[in-house]
Structures are given as structure tokens and as C-alpha cells.
């Protein structure tokens, strides 16, 4: 079956720092991936995503590249803010072995907090 | 831009009782989804659907049953509410099985 693995934290950094948070994923076909970020309270947004190998989703300053040889889609942002806080959630969504209307596939989520 | 509206936002109940939680879109969209977000769970597929009419099972469908009688709206039932149903409840939807999709605020539901 598929399955998504992500840090889970918290994970703390200071202001400015630069971010990663990994994700690896198993799928049984071609998946389309994806982050999604939930703040307190409210549901999860569309952060990114990349329907193949090898493209690079991008928004806000965060970005994952989709690496098919070693099944990770990494998110990294080069200097964190402090509104930057929040869970972020890996997800694939597999519609060759028919998990694209089974809905997403999520990661446990990994809470960041970044310190002014 | 409403998007997806969970109704209600809070609700607490006691064993035994039941209740029916609505999501509304107005997107247009085909496919809908119900999750239940738990600690160091992540968020799991209760139930979903790929158009009017039609619904199926996803990963924890015990205790639940659900409807999509307009295309607009999939409601999420709990016949015989149990404490391990305590959760926060997401709706979700999508124009199709590829695309992102678009998450309500949340339910969170109490079970005493």
C-alpha cells in the first residue's frame, strides 16, 4: 500500500534560519505529491505540489522537488518567518493503483515553530 | 469565495447519541472526502465520494455513514457516538481525483 513518512518534530528554528523538513513516501504507482500547511485552527492549504519525477513545486518561498530515485519530496525554504509556524503535512495521491479517489495519502504532519 | 463550509464548528455529545455533520462546496467540484485528524495520527480517510449519488468507504469507515444526495453536499453520520469518535473532522474536495483539494475549517467533536 502507500504510505508517507515525515519528521514529526516540533522542530524549532529562529528567525531566518533555513528549513527542512523531509518526507519519503511508498507507492504502488505514479503519484502526484504534495504539502499542505495547517495553522492553528483552521484546515490544511495547498502549500505545493508535483505530478512527476523530477519538477519542482514552488510558493510563499517554499519549495520540494519530486525525486523519484530516492522517493522524497523535501520541503525547504531558505529564511523562515516567525507567521511561517504551523504543522506541515507530506501527502501522495496514487491514481494508478486507485488512490486518487481513495483521497490523499498523508504524512502524521510536522509541527514547526520558528522563534522571533 | 465560501468554498468549502463545515457546519457545525464545535459540538460536544454523550455515548449513544447521534448526530450529522454537513459540508457544503460550491466549487462545482465532483469528488468529496471526510478525514478525522487524531494526535500523531495525521489525517485519515473516513469515507468519500466521486460524485452525486455515490459513496464508498476509506480507511476508518466503522461508526460512520455518510450521503452525498446533492452534489453540493456530503453529510457525515454518527448513528451511536463512542469516545474513540472523539476527533476534528475535515470535509474535503476536488474537481477530480488528480487535482488538489480544498479543506474545510473543521469540526471538533466531543464524546463523553
Known amino acids: 500500500g502507500n504510505s508517507v513518512t515525515q519528521m514529526e518534530g516540533p522542530v524549532t528554528l529562529s528567525e531566518e534560519a533555513f528549513l527542512t523538513i523531509n518526507c519519503t513516501y511508498t507507492?504502488?504507482?505514479?503519484?502526484?505529491l504534495f504539502w499542505y500547511v495547517q495553522y492553528p485552527g483552521e484546515g490544511l492549504q495547498l502549500l505545493l505540489k508535483?505530478?512527476?519525477?523530477?519538477d519542482k513545486g514552488s510558493n510563499k518561498g517554499f519549495e520540494a522537488t519530486y525525486r523519484k530515485e530516492t522517493t522524497s519530496f523535501h520541503l525547504e525554504k531558505g529564511s523562515v518567518q516567525v507567521s511561517d509556524s504551523a504543522v506541515y503535512f507530506c501527502?501522495?495521491?496514487?491514481?494508478?493503483?486507485?488512490?486518487?479517489?481513495?483521497?490523499?495519502?498523508f504524512g502524521k504532519g510536522t509541527h514547526l515553530i520558528i522563534q522571533p | 469565495n465560501a468554498g468549502v463550509t463545515q457546519t457545525p464548528k464545535f459540538r460536544v455529545l454523550k455515548t449513544g447519541q447521534s448526530m450529522t455533520l454537513l459540508c457544503a462546496q460550491d466549487?462545482?467540484?465532483?469528488?468529496m472526502y471526510w478525514y478525522r485528524q487524531d494526535p500523531g495520527m495525521g489525517l485519515r480517510l473516513i469515507h468519500y465520494?466521486?460524485?452525486?449519488?455515490?459513496?464508498a468507504k476509506g480507511e476508518v469507515p466503522d461508526g460512520y455513514n455518510v450521503s452525498r444526495l446533492k452534489k453540493q453536499n456530503f453529510l457525515l453520520g454518527l448513528e451511536s457516538a463512542a469516545p474513540s469518535q472523539t476527533s476534528v473532522y475535515f470535509c474535503?474536495?476536488?474537481?477530480?481525483?488528480?487535482?488538489?483539494?480544498?479543506f474545510g475549517d473543521g469540526t471538533r467533536l466531543s464524546i463523553l
Open positions: 474535503a474536495s476536488s474537481y477530480r481525483d488528480t487535482q488538489p483539494q480544498h
Open positions: 507507492a504502488t504507482g505514479y503519484p502526484s
Open positions: 508535483a505530478t512527476k519525477a523530477d
Open positions: 501527502a501522495l495521491s496514487d491514481m494508478y493503483s486507485g488512490g486518487g479517489a481513495d483521497g490523499l495519502t
Open positions: 466549487m462545482n467540484h465532483e469528488y
Open positions: 465520494s466521486v460524485g452525486e449519488g455515490t459513496t
